[in-house]
């Protein structure tokens, strides 16, 4: 994908709700304990971000990672975009997994739940979510999650991660072949990593079923969608966003921005599938 471009002027307007002083404590915090959590250094994390949840209390707005979140939340919920930033502040996510980490389950739900008060479009806190419902088998909750991040999901990686989360209930409920289809579906969005944890879990449904598995074909996979009730493919509001946005940008001759918007409809749709043209999306 291309790189972030700057904040076009039609977007001047978001406001900021800390001073750009206490972001950038704020920022600094998140850098230490993300060094500590890549470490796997997990308690010191938690010590390092307590502090700064505290700052994060006295937030009374939304602050996303990028101009697409702001952009699907404003769509989703019909909300105006003034008055929201962009910026990276949402401890609550890497407090939450370093709860995880340390064995805190029931405080770290809470945590990922006010991470979700400020950027609602946060996926990687709702696959958190997701995962500690998981193992509570509460498969039926952890649905719901997935559900809700759905809408929210703009990146091909994250997609490919959204089925196996799906495939991986699937299993755990021994609905095998709704969990195939949902691992084979993966592998439309996945990298080189997805695709050999979606891989591995196919090779474990082999060995429980102890028959090799026989693919799916799209009908069936399509009428497995509609039986287990999850979706196919990227949001098409998504979809929609993305290339509105971007022809807006080629009206406006903002090349840097409408390839960011191209970039996130392709990422999708797959940059080889001709017929899907982001100029007639």
């Known amino acids: 994908?291309?790189?972030?471009?700057?904040?076009?002027?039609?977007?001047?307007?978001?406001?900021?709700?800390?001073?750009?002083?206490?972001?950038?404590?704020?920022?600094?915090?998140?850098?230490?304990?993300?060094?500590?959590?890549?470490?796997?250094?997990?308690?010191?994390?938690?010590?390092?971000?307590?502090?700064?949840?505290?700052?994060?209390?006295?937030?009374?707005?939304?602050?996303?990672?990028?101009?697409?979140?702001?952009?699907?939340?404003?769509?989703?919920?019909?909300?105006?975009?003034?008055?929201?930033?962009?910026?990276?502040?949402?401890?609550?996510?890497?407090?939450?997994?370093?709860l995880v980490e340390t064995g805190e389950i029931e405080k770290a739900e809470g945590i990922f739940r006010k991470a979700l008060e400020i950027n609602p479009c946060n996926i990687h806190a709702r696959f958190e979510l997701v995962q500690i419902f998981i193992g509570q088998k509460?498969?039926?909750?952890?649905?719901?999650?997935?559900?809700?991040?759905?809408?929210?999901?703009?990146?091909?990686?994250?997609?490919?991660?959204?089925?196996?989360?799906y495939g991986y209930i699937f299993t755990e409920q021994e609905l095998f072949d709704a969990a195939i289809a949902a691992y084979i579906v993966s592998f439309s969005y996945a990298d080189d990593a997805g695709a050999e944890k979606a891989s591995n879990e196919l090779g474990y449904i082999e060995s429980i079923i102890g028959k090799e598995i026989q693919e799916p074909d799209v009908e069936q996979i399509e009428l497995l969608a509609e039986k287990y009730n999850f979706p196919l493919g990227a949001s098409e509001d998504v979809l929609r966003l993305a290339a509105e946005h971007y022809q807006e940008c080629i009206d406006d001759n903002d090349e840097d921005f409408a390839e960011y918007f191209s970039d996130i409809y392709r990422d999708l749709v797959g940059d080889d599938d001709e017929e899907e043209n982001i100029d007639e999306g």
């Open 1 to 98: 994908m291309g790189k972030k471009p700057r904040k076009p002027n039609r977007f001047k307007d978001a406001t900021k709700a800390l001073s750009q002083d206490l972001i950038s404590e704020i920022q600094k915090i998140y850098d230490d304990a993300m060094e500590c959590l890549q470490n796997s250094n997990f308690d010191e994390a938690v010590k390092i971000l307590e502090p700064g949840i505290q700052h994060l209390k006295k937030v009374n707005a939304c602050y996303f990672d990028d101009i697409f979140q702001m952009l699907m939340w404003a769509d989703y919920f019909k909300a105006n975009v003034s008055g929201y930033a962009i910026d990276n502040i949402n401890l609550y996510y890497p407090y939450g997994y370093a």
């Open 138 to 165: 509460n498969f039926e909750a952890a649905k719901q999650e997935l559900q809700k991040a759905y809408p929210f999901i703009y990146r091909s990686e994250d997609l490919a991660h959204f089925y196996r989360n």
